[in-house]
């Protein structure tokens, strides 16, 4: 939503088509890895110690986001802290559906379409006006109750 939102109020920066050719491999990429890390591997272990899902969810969630820290090499300030907050609540969402039904591949492409519009639509958070980051920030709090309403929705019938 944010992608769209912020595409559609600053006007598009679609460039080349070798834009989006770089776009779909850079964003191929973090969403293979860090799914299979983050989700597939991290929070099934969790998962399987004992732990809950809430916790299993939280801590998941807070890990996928501090690795998005090391953005600072290369990043302004400003858009690391967004990418941070924004990669916590898209971690509560990505987990939650995990949690809800297992799938990998459904939050595998759910990533890689939000790493591909990002390359492609949002070039700096920074430039971002306040009216968009505020918007920004409702999008996040509306995300991150979607996602613990899938908890809440959780069937007892899928594998832990």
Known sequence: CWNLFYNFSSGMKLGSPSRFIEGAVTALAPALFEEVIFRG???????EKGHGDL??????????????????????????????????????????????NGSLLQIILAHFLTDFTNRIFVESASSASYAQLAVFCVLLAAEAVYAFMLMGKRSD???A
């Open 41 to 47: 591997i991290f929070l099934y272990n969790l998962r």
């Open 55 to 100: 916790s299993c969810l939280l801590i998941s969630s807070f890990l996928f986001s501090a690795i998005h820290l090391t953005n600072i090499v290369g990043m302004d300030l400003v858009s690391v802290g967004i990418q941070m907050g924004y990669s916590f609540v898209i971690g509560l969402v990505f987990g939650a559906v995990y949690l809800r």
């Open 157 to 159: 019938n899928i594998p």
